[in-house]
């Protein structure tokens, strides 16, 4: 027997719930951790900065199992204030004591949004992106730290935050769509009507977490977004938004946009400031990048113009969740628009 499912808005205490109890296995923080251009662009950021950590008392937002608190003692911090909501913070007690760092850094446990610190603190660390940057709003949670714990002229790492996005075409979708037109010769079955259904299943709304081959970005990327962590408000965060315009560099068809960030650390000589990547372009990183599916393919030939405006607001259904709207045209083709989102697994959405 089926019945309809229909999607009802969490509360905000059961949102929190299910975001904090996903950090609490060990998965993800191998993920993390073993994410090498993460962890190590994160190391070399702290070290550095070692002028404007050493002698400081540091304020680590999600700290997790604690690397950079471990990190900025490494870089000289007097204090580290390891702030963690999720039961992890027990394992980065452990990691402390065992790094025989306990004397200068604190783990506390609870959300930096209602932990009470006995001081000021004059550097910021987070690790705070999610998918397509935004996904889990953690970057509320480092603006309300910045408000009340940082003092002027503090430092925050990373300071900036900047959005992509390019045109691509997934072959790999296409190879699944053509499939049901060779079922005939394999079995004697005509199945070419499932294609349509296919393609609604496949090319849907929702935002695809997934590595993009260079091969498949069909133009430049073009900037939409860029956040300056310094003087961004939690206002600003509900809704980023930007236009952006590409050119196609060949002949082919495109079947999605591809979304995806870089970070900037500064560092004490400007020119060597350090980027975190996420662009298809660059080594692989545990965020991928954010796929968007059109409902059907569009053919391009070189310098096709692709442009657009692409807004990101936080869900209906969960205020940590991310949606993407993009409003494009490509070449002389209609304006099309559509909104994305991400996913819902936890089932406890549902009702």
Sequence with gaps: MSHLVKKRKLDKTR??????????????????????????????AILRNSESIRGKVVLDVGAGTGVLSVFCVQAGAKKVYAVEACSIAEQAVRIVEQNDMADRIEVIRGTVETVDLPEKVEVIVSEWMGYALLHESMLNSVLYARDKWLKPGGVILPSKAELYVAPIGDPVVEERLNF???????????????????????????????????????SHPARFAELDLYSVT??????????????SFGSAAVNAFCVFFTVTFPCPDPPHALLLSTSPFKPETHWKQAVLYLDAPVDVVQDTAVRGEISMFPSEESARHICIHVDYAIGEHKRQSKTFSIPDWSGEAQS
Excluded: P
Aim: net charge negative; proline share 0%.
């Design 15 to 44: 949102q929190e719930r299910l975001y904090f109890d996903s950090y609490t296995d060990v998965t993800i923080h191998e993920e993390m951790i073993a994410d090498h251009v993460r962890t190590n662009t994160y190391r070399m």
């Design 180 to 218: 049901w037109y060779t079922v005939k010769d394999q079995y004697g079955v005509d199945m070419s009507c499932m294609s349509d259904f296919a393609r609604r299943c496949l090319m849907n709304s929702d935002i695809t977490v997934n590595s993009v081959t260079v091969e498949d970005v069909l």
């Design 234 to 247: 939690v206002e600003q965060l509900r809704s980023v938004r930007g236009e952006f315009r590409c050119e």
